[in-house]
C-alpha cells in the first residue's frame, strides 16, 4: 500500500481552503436563482426552451472541463495546488464579468468555456486536503469542503433571488466581485500543501482521463470503479443545476425570491450533513453503508418531488433528500486511499474529468425530459420526470461503488 501521510502543512491549512471555496459557491448560488430567467429575456423564448439553452451551455462547460481537467491535475502534481487553484478562481471572476454585460446568448456560451477551461478549483481543493488529512480523516476533511458548498448555498441563491428582484444583471455582478475576492484572499494567506519533493513530472501521456485511469490503475484496481461510481453520482446529481429552477417553475410555479429561498433550504441541509453527518454520523455507520444510505435517500426524495403540492411539501422533501450529502465524500475518502500521495492531483482530475462526461451529457438529458414531460407539446404532464430519471441513475452509481469496494476486498485479503 502507498505511503500516504501528508507532508503539508498543519490542519488550520483546511479552514482556508473552506473559506475559498464558501466564497467560490456564494457565487455560484447567486446566479442560480437568476440564469433562467436571463436565458429567457436574451432569447426572448419560454421556460422550456430556455431550459434546453442551459443544457447546451451546461456541456459546453464540462466539454472543456473534460480536456482541461486532467491537465491541470496533472499540473497541480507538477507545480503545487496553490497556482492551479488561484487560476481556477480568476477565470470565474471573466466568466461572471462576462455573463453580467451579455447582449447576446453566445456572449453565455464564451463565458462558460472560459469558465470550463479555468475551472478546477473542486478538483484542485480535494488534491489539497488530500495532501493535509490523514487517510483515516479524508471523509470528514472532504465532508467540511462539501459544507462549504452547503453555506454557499443557504446565502447565494436567496441574496441571487432578492438581487434579481432588483435588477436581472446585479446577481452576475456580485457574483465577479466575490470571484476577485477570492482571488485575493488565496493570493494572500492559502499556503502551498504540496512539497516540491513530492512532486512528479508533467506527462502529456497521462494528461487525460484515459491516460491517468490506466496509470492510476496500476495502484489498484479498484479505482476505475470508484471512478465510474462517482461520474455516474455526478450524472444523477447534476440534475440540480442543470434543470432545478426549470422544475421549480414549470411544476410548482416558484418565482425567483422562491427558487432562490428552495436553494438555500438545499443548502443548510447540505451543510448540516456534510459537515456534522459526516464527522459524528458517518463514522459510526462506516463509508459502505453511509453511501447506501445516502443513495437510498436521493432516491425517495425524487419520488416525492414527483407528489409535490405544496410549497411546505417541497422543503419536507428536500429534509428527506438531504442524506445523499454521505455520498461523494465518502465514495471519494476511499478512493484516494486507494492510490499514493504524489498521484492525489491526477486521480482528482480523473474525477473531475470523468465527471464532466456527466456534465455534458446531463444538462441536455434533464433539459430535454424537461421538455418533453411540460409545457404545451408534453407527452405526459410531469415537470418531475428529470428528477425521477436523477434516481435511477443514482442506483446505477451504488451498484458501480459496492463492486469496487468488492475489488478493494480482494486486493487485500
Not at 36 to 65: K, N
Not at 70 to 93: H, K, M, N, T
Not at 100 to 114: E, F, M, S
Not at 199 to 221: H, I, K, V, Y
Amino acid at each position: 500500500m502507498p505511503n500516504h501521510t501528508p507532508p503539508g502543512p498543519d490542519k488550520a491549512s483546511l479552514g482556508v481552503v473552506f473559506v475559498i471555496l464558501l466564497i467560490d459557491m456564494l457565487g455560484f448560488g447567486l446566479v442560480m436563482p437568476v440564469l433562467p430567467h436571463l436565458i429567457m429575456e436574451l432569447g426572448q423564448m419560454r421556460v422550456e426552451a430556455a431550459a434546453v439553452w442551459a443544457g447546451w451551455l451546461g456541456a459546453c462547460y464540462a466539454v472543456m472541463q473534460f480536456v482541461f481537467a486532467p491537465i491541470l491535475g496533472s499540473l497541480s502534481d507538477r507545480f503545487g495546488r496553490r497556482p492551479v487553484l488561484l487560476g481556477s478562481l480568476l477565470g470565474y471572476s471573466i466568466n461572471y464579468a462576462i455573463m453580467a454585460l451579455a447582449p447576446t446568448l453566445w456572449w453565455l456560451v464564451l463565458a462558460r468555456v472560459i469558465s470550463g477551461i479555468t475551472g478546477a478549483s473542486w478538483s484542485a481543493a480535494y488534491a489539497y486536503v488530500a495532501d493535509v488529512s490523514p487517510p483515516e480523516k479524508r471523509g470528514p476533511a472532504f465532508g467540511l469542503m462539501g459544507m462549504a458548498f452547503g453555506f454557499g448555498f443557504i446565502v447565494g441563491p436567496a441574496m441571487g433571488g432578492l438581487l434579481g428582484s432588483i435588477d436581472l444583471r446585479l446577481p452576475f455582478v456580485a457574483a465577479g466581485g466575490l470571484a476577485l475576492v477570492n482571488v485575493a484572499v488565496g493570493w494572500v494567506i492559502l499556503r502551498e500543501s504540496l512539497p516540491t519533493e513530492h512532486r512528479r513530472p508533467f506527462e502529456w501521456a497521462r494528461a487525460n482521463a484515459l491516460g491517468a485511469l490506466a496509470a492510476l490503475r496500476l495502484q489498484s484496481g479498484a479505482v476505475s470503479w470508484f471512478v465510474a461510481a462517482l461520474g455516474m453520482w455526478q450524472l444523477a446529481h447534476v440534475v440540480y443545476p442543470a434543470v432545478w429552477a426549470f422544475v421549480a417553475i414549470a411544476a410548482w410555479g416558484l418565482d425567483q425570491a422562491e427558487v432562490g429561498l428552495t436553494l438555500a433550504v438545499v443548502g443548510l441541509c447540505s451543510a448540516l450533513v456534510q459537515g456534522l453527518g459526516l464527522r459524528f454520523i458517518a463514522p459510526r455507520l462506516g463509508e459502505r453503508l453511509a453511501v447506501i444510505i445516502g443513495v437510498l435517500s436521493f432516491v425517495v426524495s425524487a419520488v416525492m418531488y414527483g407528489m409535490g403540492v405544496s410549497l411546505a411539501w417541497i422543503y419536507l422533501t428536500i429534509v428527506v433528500g438531504s442524506l445523499q450529502g454521505f455520498i461523494q465524500p465518502s465514495i471519494s475518502a476511499i478512493n484516494s486511499r486507494a492510490v499514493d500521495h504524489a498521484s492525489q492531483g491526477e486521480l482528482q482530475g480523473a474525477v473531475q474529468s470523468v465527471g464532466a462526461i456527466a456534465m455534458i451529457i446531463g444538462p441536455p438529458l434533464y433539459s430535454g425530459v424537461l421538455a418533453r414531460f411540460s409545457g404545451p407539446g408534453a407527452v405526459v404532464q410531469l415537470p418531475t420526470m428529470p428528477l425521477l430519471v436523477a434516481g435511477a441513475l443514482a442506483l446505477v452509481a451504488l451498484a458501480l461503488f459496492l463492486q469496487g469496494q468488492a475489488r478493494m476486498a480482494s486486493q487485500s485479503a
